[in-house]
């Protein structure tokens, strides 16, 4: 694995450069006057750090084209400030640490995401957010040690990969890995299927076939969907466990075996003990050392992540050319709830790059049923950064604007109601405030999250909110209303409505502002 460090700030860079040098780490060091583009096909580093003029357009570019390549990013900011870090972190950094950053901080962090690439690799449990870090932090002590594992999730969460990471990263990697869907077998066949038969053992035994305990042996065995298993083989299972011995369907002989076991369940176990479908001295054999996999709906923040490394894969497997994907798009598929998880995004990811080669991914190419459903939320959720370099949209930076408006949409319904039921009390404060607006109209301040202070003191501009307007007409007044405060800034309009700047100039373009604003 490599490292690019940029020169944008030396000294920090040298420094860091040398820390991972003297830890083994291969490193680039690029200038900002170098060309940088051909430094990155050259190395393909795992990860990027950037050590100053985070916000940069040249910036911003170069972190947004690496969210397609797969490297993480670390930025070292020059202040510390929540908000701005939360708009980098949307932008697509990694991780960001603020300045001065001790060599021995910059290292470890870089290190850590090092090996959470190391591990996402060796699992194929991808994402960013903190429910798959967890699991990929827990698969590392688990994999040595004999335990028995389970795992439990929705089907499509990746039960399996982890079984197999498991494998992968223990003693026992050299040796076989055995899975069986325990769920889809018959229970006639699933003992001999466990434990191997003998000739003759029953009707069509012709001769003796070994079991996946003994195929098994020295390595792994997954039991795929433990919780299907009948009471009548639970009890043999159980004293396999105990004893780590086989004994063949028809047969006497008891056989010794080292195996690992890791099962896996789409149900609760526990709930099946109490429902008394399941023994309980099985489930409390079985969950020695246990995981949880979410389903994707309670991880949105990896669908972005997801799709991009599913593009990559499929466009690389398939030899097409892929052009990114809308941020309408996106959009619909972070909305969507997955009920087959993983699984399910993943054939549709390559349903997409098969048919639609060549262009970009809007909304109408997904399917209706995802759409509809993201369509019927009631609130909106992270986009995720862009995903197409050059796009006039701002991904998530949009989503900060659409809260606001909401929230401010929420307190206007809240206002309405009380100026029904207290007329007189509304009309009288509103004419303390000594502005002139429509009869029944609503004034309330702007909800934006302000990157600085405002430009002047003095009071704050106010926006109407009249009943029946939509949120579009919301969305202009609170642009108008930042213009007003700012004295028509463009730039620090854009701010403290937590925009870019472009998006800010789009929106005077698509609501006809440009008359208001002016270029000071």
Not at 134 to 148: G, H, K, Q
Not at 459 to 472: F, K
Request: net charge neutral.
């Amino acid at each position: 694995m490599s490292v690019l460090i940029t020169l944008t700030d030396v000294e920090p860079a040298i420094r860091l450069n040398a820390w991972l040098e003297q830890h083994g780490v291969d490193t680039t060091v690029v200038s900002p006057m170098d060309d940088v583009h051909a430094a990155l096909r050259k190395a393909r580093p795992q990860v990027i750090v950037i050590t100053g003029a985070l916000m940069d357009p040249a910036t911003v570019a170069l972190v947004r084209e690496q969210l397609w390549s797969g490297a993480a990013v670390l930025g070292l900011a020059d202040i510390g400030d929540p908000v701005m870090e939360e708009r980098l972190r949307a932008l697509g950094f990694a991780e960001v640490l603020t300045k001065p950053v001790s060599a021995d901080d910059a290292g470890a962090a870089v290190r850590r995401l090092l090996e959470r690439q190391r591990l996402a690799d060796a699992t194929g449990l991808y994402g960013v957010s903190r429910a798959v870090r967890e699991v990929l932090v827990r698969v590392s002590p688990v994999a040595p040690v004999t335990s028995t594992v389970l795992v439990e999730g929705e089907s499509g969460t990746g039960k399996e990969l982890v079984a197999r990471a498991i494998h992968s990263l223990s003693p026992r990697k050299n040796k076989p890995f055995i899975a069986v869907n325990v769920g889809a077998l018959a229970e006639t066949l699933l003992e001999s299927e466990l434990f191997g038969h003998e000739k003759g053992a029953f009707t069509g035994a012709a001769e003796r076939r070994l079991g996946r305990f003994e195929l098994a042996n020295g390595g792994t065995l997954f039991l795929d969907e433990i919780g299907e298993i009948p009471p009548s083989t639970q009890v043999k299972l159980l004293r396999v466990l105990e004893e780590r011995e086989v004994t063949r369907v028809g047969g006497t002989q008891s056989i010794p075996v080292d195996v690992r076991v890791v099962a896996a369940t789409n149900r609760s176990l526990r709930e099946q003990v109490e429902a008394g479908s399941f023994r309980a001295d099985l489930y409390f054999r079985l969950n020695v050392l246990s995981m949880y996999l979410p389903p994707l709906r309670e991880r949105r923040d990896d669908i972005a992540y997801l799709v991009r490394r599913f593009v990559r894969e499929f466009a690389a497997a398939h030899e097409r050319e892929f052009h990114g994907i809308s941020a309408e798009a996106m959009q619909a598929l972070v909305d969507y709830t997955w009920p087959g998880n993983v699984r399910e995004l993943r054939n549709l990811i390559e349903s997409m790059v098969v048919l639609a080669p060549g262009r970009e991914i809007t909304v109408d190419d997904i399917p209706r049923g995802i759409r509809d459903e993201g369509v019927s939320r009631l609130l909106p959720v992270p986009i995720g950064p862009v995903l197409r370099a050059g796009s006039q949209a701002e991904g998530r930076e949009l989503e900060f604007i659409v809260r606001s408006l909401v929230e401010l949409k929420l307190q206007v319904e809240e206002l309405r109601r009380r100026m029904d039921a207290q007329p007189r009390e509304v009309a009288g404060s509103a004419l303390s405030l000594g502005s002139s607006r429509p009869e029944g109209a609503v004034v309330v301040a702007p909800v934006v999250r302000a990157i600085e202070p405002a430009v002047a003191p003095g009071p704050r501009a106010l926006v109407t909110i009249t009943p029946g307007m939509t949120m579009a007409d919301i969305e202009r007044a609170a642009i108008e209303s930042a213009l007003r405060e700012t004295r028509g800034n463009r730039r620090k309009a854009a701010e403290m409505l937590a925009i870019g700047e472009r998006t800010m100039y789009r929106k005077l373009k698509e609501y006809q502002l440009d008359g208001v604003a002016d270029e000071s």
